[in-house]
């Protein structure tokens, strides 16, 4: 049954293939070069997609205003997918088929992306998703990149962190949200191979208000030397008001989940000492001068924020970085065409992006490592950068 | 040990104290109308955001809280006579579907609004713990379960001894008779909705210290404090806190002793226990009526 729909589905893509190839070849020079998008503009998943699709629009205006790539102006075709993987199957058949796009820059969601891989895999068309999921380029998909940095990698900072202070026994605390859960998945997984024991590993749920039974439990833990928490939004101020209302004294670690002023303002005095992995661009102001992203992530996030009048996210850097990636390939490509175009994308060294600094490779199609993330601490209640 | 034992026990007050205030909300319109208001925690919420958002605009606290309480009033009033009115010749079963629907619009409303961001709000008396046994307990758990009892205390006077409050539990009991008494059903709906919608912007904000305030705040507070009014015997709202606190209790022991995996699973097992050996609750008045 599934081996038959998947068979159908190759069968469809294979022609739509064939069909593009064909008006490829008949398509003139000197057109504009297409990207292709579909995006979570509306609904659940909206705080990814509204801010991924003010950045392509105003930084695909800003390159055509100075002049475009290889003398041709870019032209965006942004469909909503509501983050729904279902509906974004149909809208990246028609970019490829119909709208005939040079390159494929969507996907604000992980589910969206998995599902449209297959048709771009087998339409062959350079495509560079946004969303978090490491499935996404692990196993390594020919056509297939993306930009944001992965759960791994934020453990991993954690983790290298703990160790220079020379702490090996940590206790975990999880939310049950989806960023909770694959942070916790992703932490025991990491913890054996990097040499931490995980003393403790308690969850709680969703919309809850108060997490002190759980640090309790993680406090009275025989031989604990840190305490680390997965999690998003409301809880983490939660769980640093109730870690300081319990007087916990070892380390309190958190993820680049908590990298917002709201955790600090919210957590009310208890996010003083917490330490956390979090993008350049979040904490621009914390970067010395010296930092290779500085320059970058404070121009994107001036312009971000003076013309949208939002303050900046991380996820419309992930559409910063995908877009400059795109062009500088095609300026190195010389043409759209898209095996070129592809090639230059994996030979992407040393680009200095929002997110991080990208180097891809055949076998890497992120580009990112753990030196992406920052590692701050809250002190004075505001983000100071440790060495 | 002892402490610890005392921590999970305060835990378990201050979650309970708050789900019994949410609770609370749930039994005057229960007792109006039999209908299941599923809006009672976005009305904690509308309670909470605008209390929030006043205080930002620069507003002293007791303004904000007396503003969150208009507002929010006027939202149940508006819910009453929008969409409740105007189909009040549907079965129980209609209205409470309807006031799913409107606890989807004012989330999303608020969501508009205010963004999804969370927001704190400034406690009554501080944030630094009070210590007992080695054990730490916020002051503003203490006034939360201080204002439950007290509002336990004005409802049943309310219902007991004011004409108003037993023409609420009449035109409940049998519409048909209360108002052949002269007992204007309208007018006890729109009021059962207005004193609902207050106890809720009441209860927001005095949880919101604790619990922070975001759109999605209603969605499990509004789950949780109708366990408690459940467990406790729905329209009773001494049964409410009860239940609130047994919920709540239960859920910091689980975690505490147990695993926290388990935790609101063993809420809702004590739940259906109850409901399986006790229908009407632990301590609701059993369905018998006088011919």
Known sequence: MKQGFIRHFTTVAAVMALGLGASVSG????????IGSFLAVTGGASFLGDPEKKTLEMYVEKINAEGGVLGRKLELIIYDS???PKKAVPFAKRLISDDKVDVLLAGSTSGATMAVIPIVEAAGIPYISFGGAGVIVNPVKKWVFKTPHTDTLAVRKIFNDMKKNGLTKVGLLSGSGGFDKSCRKQTLALAGPSGMTMVADETHGKGDTDMTPQI????????????????????????????????VSVPHYQTHGSASMSFIKNAEGGAEGVRLPAAALIVVDALPDSHPQKKVASAYRDMYTSKSGDSVS????????????????????????????RAEIEKTRNYIGADGIYNMSPKDHLGLDEESFVMVEVRNGTWKMLK | MFAEFLQFLFSGITVGAIYALV???????YNASHIINFAQGEFVMLGAMSAVFFVSVGMPMPVAMLLAIIITIFIGLAL??????????????????????????????????????????????????IMIGGAAVLPQSLWILGSAMLIVMALRYFFDRTLIGKAIVASAHNPLAARLAGINARFVLLLSFGLSAMLGAVAGFLIAPISLAYPSVGIMLGLKGFCAAVLGGLGNPMGAVLGGLIV???????????????????AFIIILGVLFFRPSGLFGIRGTERV
């Open chain 1, 27 to 34: 398509a003139k020079a000197a057109e504009t070069i297409k």
């Open chain 1, 82 to 84: 509501q983050g729904s």
């Open chain 1, 216 to 247: 309790t439990k993680i406090k009275n833990t025989p031989g604990i030397q840190a305490f680390m928490y997965c999690g998003f939004g409301a809880a983490t101020s939660i769980v640093a008001k109730n870690f300081k209302q319990l007087g």
């Open chain 1, 314 to 341: 991380t996820f419309g850097g992930h559409a910063y970085d995908g877009l400059m990636i795109v062009v500088e390939a095609i300026k190195r490509a010389g043409s759209t065409n898209k095996e070129a175009v």
């Open chain 2, 23 to 29: 609770g609370l909300g749930f039994t005057i319109i």
């Open chain 2, 80 to 129: 009453v006579k929008l969409a409740i009115e105007p189909a009040r010749n549907a079965s129980i079963v209609t209205l409470i579907i309807i006031t799913i629907g409107a606890s989807i619009f004012l989330r999303g409303a608020a969501q508009v609004l205010w963004g999804r961001n969370f927001h704190s709000l400034a406690p009554i008396s501080g944030n630094d713990p």
């Open chain 2, 248 to 266: 709540g209790i239960s859920e910091a022991m689980t975690a505490g002793y147990i695993s926290s995996a388990y935790k609101d699973a063993v």
